[in-house]
């Protein structure tokens, strides 16, 4: 379990985190999201004590990691694995070599590191490179690779820096199911920090936004999707790529349209709604629909001959109306 | 053209072999002394850089400016400075074991930032990766550093020995023996362009026996293709 507390650093007079609270409980697979510069980067290398923060604290396992020093946040860290967006494996090494050497670095007899090795290589599917050298894997083989390494001090958490941006969409839901994977077998705690919504749409449980170096936002994915007004959960479920502008095209068509976010309200629903309501909905324009965690969520452009009409009705029965023209 | 030609020449016949060997007993020392001391130097010099395993600028600062000195001052000047330290080491400031004093002297610094620019190749990512093994800073420069820079070291040392050649040739001028000297002695002051002409081929032929050998080393140690 993670625990921070005040977390704040600052750097040559410029502030990169400002407070941050935040607690992940054990076996929570939690994303932290934000535009580059929000702190992202700054908040996972104070948790892992290679960058040290201005004031706060971060608690991993009831240790304070930015209050140790030399041998003891040597041995904090070996509680802590640690995925890179680039794996980050040593290229003179082969793929056990790097997936031991963790073991190695602890003291563990050569014997034990292979038959470690062997295992974790099985578990991330890769049992046959062993003894390939990683610029003979492809790039999603290789972060396989670095999450067997990373998992091989049999640490508690796994902190995951941008685990999949270098991959394409085929290889990053890999990664995915594998890390969800890993927590339901070793029970294992994940703090994944991604730019990528589609991520944390995909792998977590709990999320976090990062504004400036504060927490902007967070809450299990299913009561931040739950509350669609909030700019996360519109940044977690955006209309289809290429549609957000499409309301212009829709006013030149001489039809109206309405956009609605939804929680928990199914599409019939919606549709009755606006029957019942004399403003009848015409088609849907644009629109996704998911359903996370057992909540049916979505965000839709409908189109209809009345927007003040259709906009009021929805609104009196509690839907989130985003846009209406 | 009045002396006597290539093999009727005793300057090739009987001195030849013996000068090709002052050479590479000259380049071999001093190439593995450079390596020994150089090495740790070129560590030290890149781990006490800003930012990097063990920061330590003013350190890193004095460091610098006593490696550029040793690589600014002219290797035929350095070793005539050095004759008194070369006497107090070997007792004798003339022969090639003489010679293998300064030429390390002014190998060493140049080994030395070669040594720290081929660490400074390696990504800081992975230095990341194993410091958060929970790896100590002797660890890392053992089981990351250096091998992960092991082709850039390499190459390195090949240049080095190479350089080392031709400083032979200038450690020959003032008593270090060698094909350089060979050279000078016959080839230049006593105008027999034979000896010049087969001195000189030798000396190619080791510059290019070194190079091959460094460069298949160094292709043997590169695992990123």
Redesign the interface.
């Known amino acids: 379990m993670i625990e921070l507390a005040g977390l704040r650093k600052e750097f040559a007079g410029t502030v990169a985190l400002d407070g941050i609270d935040l607690s992940v409980p054990a076996g929570q697979i939690h994303g932290i999201v934000g535009r580059s510069g929000a702190g992202k980067s700054t908040l996972i290398r104070c948790l892992t004590g290679l960058e040290r923060p201005s004031s706060g604290s971060a608690v991993i396992d009831g240790i304070d990691i930015t209050a140790q020093r030399g041998a003891a946040l040597r041995r904090a860290r070996r509680s802590i694995g640690m995925v890179f967006q680039h794996a980050n494996l040593l290229d003179s090494l082969t793929a056990a070599g790097n997936v031991a050497h963790p073991l190695k670095v602890a003291g563990v007899g050569r014997a034990e590191r292979r038959r470690r090795a062997a295992e974790l290589l099985d578990l991330v599917g890769l049992g046959d490179r062993a003894d390939n050298h990683p610029a003979q894997l492809s790039g999603g083989q290789q972060q396989r690779v670095g999450i067997a390494r990373a998992l091989a001090a049999q640490p508690r958490i796994l902190l995951c820096d941008e685990p999949t941006s270098a991959l394409d969409s085929a290889t990053t839901a890999q990664i995915l199911s594998l890390i969800a994977s890993l927590r339901e077998s070793l029970g294992i705690t994940v703090l994944i920090i991604t730019h990528e919504m589609s991520v944390v749409r995909e792998a977590c449980d709990a999320v976090t936004l990062l504004a400036d170096g504060r927490v902007a936002s967070t809450g299990s994915l299913r009561r931040v999707l739950g509350e669609p007004g909030t700019a996360l959960a519109r940044d977690l479920l955006p209309l289809p790529e290429g549609r957000e502008d499409s309301a212009a095209e829709v006013r030149a068509s001489g039809r109206a349209s309405v956009q609605v976010a939804l929680a928990g309200t199914s599409v019939p629903e919606l549709f009755a709604l606006a029957e019942t309501a004399g403003a009848p909905i015409a088609g849907v324009e644009a629109g996704t629909l998911e359903t996370i965690d057992g909540l049916q969520v979505g965000r839709l452009r409908l189109l209809t001959d009345d927007a003040q009409a259709l906009s009021g009705a929805l609104r009196a029965a509690g839907i989130h109306v985003e846009e209406a023209a | 053209m009045n002396h006597p030609m290539w093999l009727d020449n005793p300057a090739i016949t009987a001195e030849l072999l013996p000068a090709l060997g002052q050479t590479l007993l000259m380049t071999a020392f001093a190439a593995l002394i450079s390596v020994l001391l150089g090495l740790p130097l070129g560590i030290w010099l890149w781990a006490t850089a800003r930012g990097c395993l063990a920061p330590r600028p003013a350190v890193h600062r004095a460091l610098s400016a006593l490696v550029d000195l040793g690589r600014s001052i002219p290797f035929i000047i350095l070793m005539i400075a050095l004759i008194p330290f070369t006497r107090f080491m070997v007792g004798t400031a003339l022969g090639w074991q003489a010679a293998v004093v300064p030429l390390s002297v002014g190998a060493i610094p140049f080994f030395a930032r070669l040594v720290e620019a081929a660490l400074r190749d390696v990504?800081h990512?992975?230095v990341?990766?194993?410091?958060?093994?929970?790896?100590?800073n002797g660890?890392i420069i053992r089981?990351?550093m250096v091998?992960?820079a092991?082709p850039g070291l390499i190459s390195g040392a090949t240049v080095t020995a190479v350089t080392l050649v031709s400083y032979t040739a200038m450690a020959g001028a003032v008593g270090g023996g060698g094909l350089g000297a060979l050279a000078i002695s016959y080839g230049y002051q006593r105008y027999q362009s034979d000896v010049m002409i087969a001195c000189i081929a030798l000396l190619v032929l080791v510059v290019v026996a070194i190079q091959f050998a460094g460069d298949r080393l160094a292709r043997l140690?590169d695992?990123?293709?």
């Open positions: 990504p990512g992975k990341e990766a194993v410091q958060m093994m929970g790896a100590a660890q089981q990351v091998p992960e092991l140690a695992h990123r293709r």
